[in-house]
């Protein structure tokens, strides 16, 4: 096993000449697949990896100014790609890794062949004229309940990320993977991707993208969909589904897995 693939944790599964890469959010880590990847094992090799930062990775590894913009992670994934020799994959990202993977595709587009974006965003911040889904003075309490208490920070959190009750066992998990988080990493992880604005970059983005989104998700409202759908320098398609919260593999399986199937081999009818 090579070094990158050490410290990212990567794990391959299943069989097949399509390799299906399957990238984590924030404050969970490859563990939040596990109701997708039966589904995908028989007829696809599967590729899953943590990010840098996840509390299964060594905290030791983590280096703030590399992870301080998003570029830092897209150079991960094509690290990882070039060390275990992925070639071409279909690449499935949640949240911010989504824009990780679009950002990694602008310098190796060679490397997929298509994107699933799952509960993507390329700004949370509102602005004058875009509309993520948070103000400034929300961001920044945030960041403050973060540093003041992260425990409490996380059992609050989690419910409203996940929309559900601490009694779900979705909740419970997303708490879970938040809690194993060192909280000065979490703290550093969450503002560099709630600061983030890579808009700009969108249009490089030639890559096919399948944009799937819940109706209610307290971190990216419906409209960020379209908003990606109308700026991406490729083909895309949205599909929102009748899921409510940021996790919806989690917490909607039943709903989610088909849909996610369903892009994974149809290709957009252009």
């Known amino acids: 096993m ?19 890469v399957l990238a984590h959010g924030f404050g969970t880590d490859q563990s939040v697949w596990k109701h997708l ?29 590399r992870y301080a913009s998003l570029e830092g992670y897209a150079y991960d994934v094509i690290g990882i790609f070039e060390e275990i020799g992925i070639s071409s994959c279909i690449f499935v990202g949640h949240s911010v890794s989504a824009m990780i993977g679009a950002i990694a595709s602008i310098t190796r587009p060679d490397l997929f062949s298509k994107i699933v974006m799952i509960s993507a965003s390329p700004r949370y911040l509102n602005t004058v004229d875009y509309f993520g889904g948070f103000e400034h003075v929300e ?13 409490a920070w996380c059992s609050g959190f989690a419910p409203l990320a996940v929309g559900g009750d601490m009694d779900s066992v979705a909740v419970q998990e997303f708490s879970r993977t938040l809690f194993n988080m060192r909280p000065d990493i979490a703290l550093s992880v969450a503002q560099t991707i709630f ?8 249009c490089h983005v030639v890559v096919p993208c399948h944009i799937i989104q819940s109706m209610k998700d307290l971190a990216v409202p419906v409209v960020v969909a379209e908003y990606l759908h109308q700026n991406l320098g490729g083909d895309s398609i949205v599909e929102v589904m009748s ?26 009818a252009v």
């Open 2 to 20: 090579g070094v990158v693939e050490e410290a990212h944790n990567v794990k391959i599964l299943g069989s097949g000449d399509q390799i299906i």
């Open 37 to 65: 990847v039966p589904h995908l094992v028989e007829n696809y090799k599967v590729v899953m990896y943590d990010n840098m930062g996840a509390g299964t990775t060594n905290p030791e590894y983590f280096d703030f100014d």
């Open 139 to 151: 961001l920044e309490q945030l960041f403050q309940a973060m540093q003041s208490n992260y425990k």
């Open 195 to 202: 600061r983030s604005d890579v808009r700009h970059l969108l």
């Open 243 to 268: 899921t409510d919260g940021h996790l919806p593999q989690l917490s909607s399986p039943d709903v989610v897995v088909p849909v996610v199937l369903r892009h994974i081999r149809r290709d957009i």
